[in-house]
């Protein structure tokens, strides 16, 4: 872990806070990741920080791979060119998703919450 470093190598970059996590399966890498947040690295919110990147990692994939494999066909280049109906199709593509899943009693709650 390591706090308040330069973003990039302009003078004038923000400063950053990074941290990494693997965990090892015998001698071979089973996971391994790494974060960038705005929120000072400690000891005592290490752990908690992990939990986080790791369970946002998971919401991510989990969205894109129902994305891509459960009916909406939202492959990973559609947004990668100038091409407009590409765009567009991604686009009305995620709002349908969006609005499908932002429905369940899960994140309902979750919105709740907040």
Known sequence: MVNDIALNGSKDADT?????????????????????????????NIIQLVKGG????????????????QGYHLEHNFGHSNNIRAWGRATVTYRKFKKRYLKTPVFRDVFRAF
């Open 16 to 44: 950053v806070n990074y941290f990494e996590y693997t965990i090892f399966k015998g001698d071979i890498v089973n996971y391994h990741n790494s974060w960038v947040t705005d929120i000072t690295i400690s000891k005592d």
């Open 54 to 69: 790791r369970a946002r990692c998971k919401i991510e994939n989990e969205a894109f791979n129902t994305l891509k494999n």
